[in-house]
């Protein structure tokens, strides 16, 4: 990268269906790259308004000034591999005037990439700390933020944005402060996974999961585990070719 780029910020995250695809929070926006592991990538200089195959791109940026750090990415899905979904600190947008901690793009290329404001996710909240997309399908995806008052709560959509319920009624009781999102599709199994905490006195096992249907419906909210310690989760990660 050139001197024009500054400021890598995390999140770094691989595509979810094509690993030589990769994006990454700058300052400001989303940076987006090819490598075929045999052609070094083409440094963006600023001014590039384009992106052909096998360069860095710097995404046409609705996120200016401080409060435009991106807080959460993820990369892919089956039926659109460039499909890119991206939480953010609070952004305004210009035209009109509306609030987004969220963003989704439903481009189909490299180039075609081109992040707009999901508003139906609450601005109340915190900036996500993770957000995720049903490998099955681009227009299902889910965020999850601590929140304002610390007990936060995951948030999800079955139609692109369009609408977006929160979960909190149909989830285990005590469970609050979710930060880690997680889905496990492989061996006839979807489910989401969600890491958070649980506030129950000398309780554990803060990690929770709910089937999901064929259209995206999540039901049978449940603690996964047994024995788990009760201390704040982060991060998940599932290796389907491990279970």
């Known amino acids: 990268l050139d001197y024009y780029t500054i400021n890598f910020v995390n999140p770094f995250v691989l595509n ?26 083409t440094p963006y200089v600023a001014g590039d308004t384009g992106c052909t195959q096998y360069c860095y791109q710097i995404l046409p940026s609705c996120f200016a000034g401080t409060t435009g750090f991106v807080s959460a990415l993820d990369f892919g899905t089956r039926d659109n591999t460039y499909a890119l979904l991206a939480g953010t600190y609070l952004y305004q947008d210009p035209g009109s005037g509306n ?93 989401l996974l969600v890491g958070g905490l649980n506030s129950a006195a000398n309780a554990g096992d803060p990690l929770v999961s709910a089937d999901s249907d064929a259209s995206g419906n999540l039901s049978d909210w449940r603690r996964l585990g047994n024995g788990l310690p009760n201390v704040q989760v982060t991060a998940i990660d599932y290796q389907p070719s491990l279970d």
């Open 16 to 41: 979810n269906v094509d690993k030589s695809l990769m994006a990454t929070g700058v300052s400001p926006g989303v940076l987006v790259s090819q490598d075929n592991f045999n052609v070094a990538p």
């Open 99 to 191: 609030y987004a901690r969220l963003f989704r793009s439903t481009g189909t290329s490299l180039g075609s990439i081109d992040l707009q404001p999901v508003f139906s996710y609450p601005v109340a909240m915190h900036a996500p700390s993770a957000v995720l997309f049903d490998p099955r399908s681009e227009n299902r995806f889910f965020a999850a933020a601590p929140g304002a008052g610390g007990d936060g709560f995951p948030w999800g959509t079955v139609d692109g944005g369009a609408s977006g319920p929160t979960l909190p009624t149909n989830l285990p009781a005590a469970f609050i402060r979710p930060e880690a999102l997680g889905f496990i599709s492989s061996n006839g199994v979807n489910a």
